[in-house]
């Protein structure tokens, strides 16, 4: 790799996008592997997490991190989400030329749009399930009348501020029910109901090819035994590294749109999650980054993760190496007071340590109080994420450091890693 400079200022610079456990562990992960890191806090939480790494820039002092990026000759920017692209700033920093850790323009429809994705979808002879679009009530009741089944209801835009959060229903009877409830504003996306056999795969593309790196699965439910509601984010998640995609997944799911990608100059993460039905996979959605979960794991598996990261930014041809032993990670979230119900809000409440950690721990919505006490700031405190050779010793680990917080009214899921995994499994 060429440095550019030569002062005592570390060679490379990265600025995270983000808030939170995201940007907490992808600064701290990146500055471990010698880079300089700082974050552009693109929401109004989260924002004491990234600053033990490295200095945040609020909104409301930067209303662009384009001068930010230009002062700080940073190297490599990574998102945390696809929202950047829709900020007003998105044109400048596009112009700017600095390598971006996600796809730009065209190639990014295939996370926002889902009906692009359908598409893309069919013209590859992907498994997609039976979807469509409805712009109000009426039409969508229309569809059901025509395709009597269960549909999961989801926003047809992808973004963090959709009025549509994914209802996955299960039976005709709850997609009746919903439809008379869901906010119609952008319309809806009806995607037919496959069932519980999820999993994941990560893979980056750069240089015109796809390299596999993760296979992966997010545990979305709220509580043990898969109950309750699909959360706003996970409640935990597994992470086996898997360059060879032994499940398939990316022979499947990801290879035959090989074309497109070259076509639009794709690089960039490309993450399916699929669900298995009669012994098929089928693509449930595309994301184009590495995500909140099982980013900080993959990150932490690589021995070269700048290099890898620098490398897909510039869409050159990759080498990702790993770290021994790492083959498995394990994350468990620490729920605070209320979630997954978070119209429900408590006081900031202490958040007590026992002792120290033996892994990561991703402070999410957490901050210091007057009396540099930690103190929950939201209803998602913290990510705790532990690796090993074989699977039970993530899992082992990870719990005995999750039982070391304290925090009122917390909760964790104990069934991390016991269904749903190996992948095909419900
Ligand atoms: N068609 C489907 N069949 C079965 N489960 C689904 C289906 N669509 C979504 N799900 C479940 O809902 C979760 C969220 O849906 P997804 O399409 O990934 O949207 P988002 O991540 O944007 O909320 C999935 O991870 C999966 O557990
Ligand atoms: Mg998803």
């Given at each position: 790799m060429t440095r550019k400079h030569t002062s005592s200022k570390p060679a490379i610079s990265v600025m995270v996008l983000g808030v939170g456990a995201f940007a907490h562990s992808t600064a701290q992960i990146l500055k471990d592997a010698g880079v300089s890191v700082a974050t552009y806090l693109t929401r109004n939480y989260g924002h004491y997490p990234p600053s033990l790494a490295g200095p945040v820039y609020s909104q409301e002092q930067f209303p662009s991190p384009c001068p930010l990026l230009k002062e700080k000759a940073v190297d490599l920017v990574v998102p945390m989400s696809i929202d950047w692209a829709q900020a007003p700033w998105k044109d400048e920093?596009?112009?700017?030329?600095?390598?971006?850790?996600?796809?730009?323009?065209?190639g990014m429809r295939i996370e926002r749009?889902?009906?692009?994705a359908r598409q893309l979808c069919q013209r590859f002879?992907?498994?997609?399930?039976q979807s469509h679009v409805a712009r109000n009530r009426l039409e969508a009741e229309e569809i059901l009348g025509k395709y009597p089944r269960a549909f999961?209801?989801?926003?047809?835009?992808?973004?963090?501020?959709?009025?549509?959060?994914?209802?996955?229903?299960?039976?005709?009877?709850?997609?009746r029910s919903w439809l008379k409830h869901v906010n119609y504003a952008e319309g809806v996306f009806l995607q037919e109901y496959l069932g519980p056999r999820e999993a994941g795969h990560i893979a980056l593309v750069s240089g015109g090819e796809i390299c596999s790196l993760v296979t992966?699965?997010?545990y979305k439910r709220a509580f043990a035994g898969n109950m309750g509601i699909v959360a706003g984010a996970p409640l935990g998640g597994l992470v086996e590294w898997d360059p060879a995609d032994k499940y398939g997944l990316a022979r499947e799911l990801i290879h035959p749109l090989l074309p497109w990608f070259r076509e639009v100059k794709y690089h960039g993460p490309i993450q399916v999650t699929a669900v298995q039905r009669n012994g098929k996979w089928h693509v449930i959605e595309y994301n184009i980054r590495i995500g909140v979960t099982s980013g900080a794991m993959l990150l932490r598996m690589l021995a070269n993760p700048i290099e890898t990261l620098l490398q897909t930014g510039r869409d050159e041809k990759l080498a990702p190496r790993f770290v021994k032993n790492l083959n498995f990670g394990c994350s468990v979230t620490l729920a605070g007071y209320a979630y997954p119900h978070v119209q429900v809000r408590g006081p900031q409440l202490p958040v007590e340590v026992g002792g120290s950690f033996s892994c990561d721990v991703w402070w999410n919505e957490v901050a210091r109080d007057g009396n540099d006490s930690l103190v929950s700031t939201g209803h998602r405190i913290a990510d705790v994420i532990a690796f090993g050779s074989v699977l039970d010793e993530a899992i082992a680990?990870?719990?005995?450091?999750i039982r070391k917080i304290r925090s009122l009214g917390s909760y964790y899921r104990e069934d991390i890693g016991r269904s749903l995994w190996p992948p095909g499994n419900p």
């Open positions: 920093l596009l112009s700017l030329g600095i390598p971006i850790f996600c796809p730009t323009h065209e749009e889902r009906d692009f002879k992907i498994p997609f399930p999961v209801i989801k926003n047809p835009l992808c973004s963090p501020t959709s009025p549509v959060h994914t209802v996955l229903c299960e039976s005709l009877a709850d997609t992966n699965q997010e680990k990870a719990y005995a450091n």
